[in-house]
């Protein structure tokens, strides 16, 4: 079975433009969840999704969005960049996201270098 | 979920069994611990979890202490390839909403 998948890998914007992120997850994984790493920061949650809907959210300014689609695919979207966005951003996707016993499985993430 | 408490860094000899600790003393009932590890720039890496009886996969055991408040990470023969950061979480996993910490720098050393 594949594994989650993010496209692009790498991506280098300047400030002030937008940017949307994919994410395919795991086949019959229905929830998706978005990290952010930097450095200074680590690894935060950024939002999950559910049946197309936001069901969780990290703290994040409202600049930082998301969606999911029919087939569980999803996108987030950064707009008005700022240099501090630039991050490592993954994806991981679990079967429900509801269940005490499941499992996270993450992608290998999409590097955003913000000039 | 529960915050954890993780040595920054380790050393593991090659071959030698690397016992990472964790210390999760505000742990809940219904809370799973979760290892993770995430070599350079890669995607986080799922290794175990487990509620509280011992558990075993083809990569590592975990062992968590009766009262849950704590647990490890067993590699038991690691190898050059096991050199990450490894992180442990105590979550519910409702919502898939993980808090990572700054987990354990492991150097597996020749």
């Known amino acids: 079975k594949a594994g989650v998948t993010q496209t692009p890998r790498y991506l280098i914007k300047t400030r002030g433009q937008q940017v949307t992120l994919s994410c395919s997850p795991i086949s019959g994984h229905r929830s998706v969840s978005w990290y952010q790493q930097t450095p200074g920061q680590g690894l935060q949650f950024l939002f999950e999704?559910?049946?197309?809907?936001?069901?969780n959210k990290g703290n994040f300014p409202g600049r930082f969005s998301g969606r999911q689609f029919s087939n569980s695919r999803s996108e987030m979207n950064v707009s008005t960049l700022e240099l501090g966005d630039s991050a490592l951003y993954l994806c991981?996707?679990?079967?429900?996201?509801?269940?005490?016993?499941?499992?996270?499985?993450f992608g290998p993430g999409t590097r955003l270098l913000v000039l | 979920d529960a915050k954890t408490t993780q040595p920054p860094s380790m050393d593991c000899a090659e071959g030698r069994a690397a016992n990472l600790p964790c210390n999760h003393s505000t742990i809940s009932g219904n809370e799973y611990v979760y290892w993770y590890r995430q070599i350079h720039s890669q995607g986080p890496q799922y290794i175990i979890h487990?509620?509280?009886n011992n558990e075993t996969n083809e990569m590592a055991s975990l062992i968590i202490t009766e009262d849950r408040k704590s647990s490890t990470l067993i590699l038991p023969h690691a190898t050059l390839r096991d050199t990450a950061v490894y992180y442990c979480i105590a979550a519910t996993n409702t919502g898939n909403q993980f808090y990572f910490g700054t987990g354990t720098s492991l150097t597996v050393i020749p």
């Open positions: 487990g509620l509280k």
């Open positions: 999704y559910f049946s197309e809907t936001q069901r």
């Open positions: 991981a996707s679990s079967l429900t996201g509801s269940q005490y016993q499941e499992t996270q499985y």
